[in-house]
């Protein structure tokens, strides 16, 4: 098939990714696929790094226009199948298009909050040609606020379980680099620091494992608007010689494999949760809120656990009960590994799409 995908953000966060993987994963499947993105994005670093074609669009204030004229110039030159995109900005772009390119379009919803137009609800669920959710709690949470999601499919994110992987060399050398001994044990939290990703909860919950388990260490990797919040309450802490801010690091691979424990505290109820994922594809158990649709991320009780957000006693049990347990530890990060790769990889995701796109 013939696949145009389009994301025009500068952002790297876990949408604009989700992109990137789907288009990675189609053309490792042998789909011409072309992509447009912004210039110097981590979107179009990513497509390039993985070898896939890529338009990029120069930011600046008549970014819109260039997006529009390279989506119309891309289109009449390739001649797709299918336009396909995760960013509002292209939605209505798309629908035109079909008209006259013959293309048809598959339109993927990330976001928790719903449009309130009544314009804007007719074209996510009634004129995309495959309108398409992340997960099942998404689904329902539309439903339940009144969105017509009858012709809804489900497509969870791809992960690249071949970058994201179980490498001793690699926890050798990040956790060499971090100041961690192979006898201490590394919990982790990856992604934006900010009250609603549960960092505080977090936080309050690290006072209890750091205290009641000898050698066990906090690591902190990414940024956000409440990073100088979360960095005061560890400087005032008596156990602030236990925690490692990183700040954001470039490649997120190189991190899990250091990890022994992935916490993703999450209050927000984010449709989906990529790190979770990904941790678990190195072999990392997870502690993981029941906030949005990471429970559908990994198997409670066999790859990682879950505690209600908001929950700082029950979330330091947690954490604390795998800390001791080195077994169980050992146990579900085998499982994670397996599971992981059979339900989020690439090729499982990729056959699914074109299933979807086909039927």
Not at 76 to 95: K, T
Not at 112 to 124: A, E, Q
Not at 204 to 233: H, I, K, N, Q
Not at 241 to 265: K, N, R, T
């Amino acid at each position: 098939m013939r696949l145009l995908f389009a994301e025009s953000s500068t952002r790297g966060y876990g949408t604009e990714q989700h992109i990137a993987a789907l288009a990675t994963a189609m053309a490792r499947r042998g789909h011409d696929v072309r992509c447009l993105a912004s210039t110097s994005s981590p979107v179009e670093s990513l497509l390039r790094g993985a070898g896939v074609p890529t338009v990029s669009v120069r930011a600046g204030h008549t970014r819109a226009l260039r997006m529009a004229a390279s989506l119309l110039l891309t289109t009449w030159r390739q001649r797709p199948e299918w336009l396909i995109s995760n960013d509002p900005r292209f939605y209505q772009m798309f629908i035109v298009l079909r008209s006259f390119s013959g293309a048809r379009t598959a339109i993927f919803r990330h976001w928790h909050d719903v449009p309130c137009t009544r314009r804007s609800r007719k074209l996510l669920a009634r004129q995309a040609d495959r309108f398409i959710l992340v997960s099942e709690f998404q689904r329902e949470d539309y439903r339940r606020q009144g969105m017509e999601v009858e012709r809804a499919s489900i497509l969870y994110n791809p992960i690249d379980t071949e970058r994201f992987r179980r490498s001793p060399e690699t926890r050798a050398s990040t956790r060499s680099r971090f100041g961690i001994q192979e006898s201490e044990t590394l919990v982790g939290y990856v992604g934006r620091i900010l009250g609603e990703k549960g960092v505080f909860t977090l936080f309050e919950a690290s006072a209890r494992f750091l205290a009641e388990a000898p050698g066990a260490r906090m690591l902190w990797v990414g940024d956000g608007e409440c990073t100088m919040e979360l960095r005061s309450r560890i400087h005032a802490s008596a156990q602030r010689a236990l925690h490692i801010l990183s700040g954001w690091e470039p490649d997120m691979s190189a991190i899990y494999p250091a990890l022994d424990i992935l916490v993703v505290p999450s209050l927000y109820p984010d449709p989906f949760g990529r790190v979770s994922v990904e941790a678990q594809a190195t072999g990392v158990p997870v502690v993981c809120s029941t906030a949005g649709g990471l429970p559908e991320t990994l198997l409670p009780g066999v790859t990682g656990l879950l505690v209600p957000p908001t929950d700082s006693v029950g979330l330091g049990n947690a954490v604390l009960g795998l800390i001791r347990d080195r077994a169980l530890r050992r146990d579900m990060g085998n499982a994670a590994t397996s599971w992981a790769r059979s339900r989020f990889g690439f090729d499982t995701i990729a056959r699914d799409f074109e299933t979807l796109l086909e039927r």
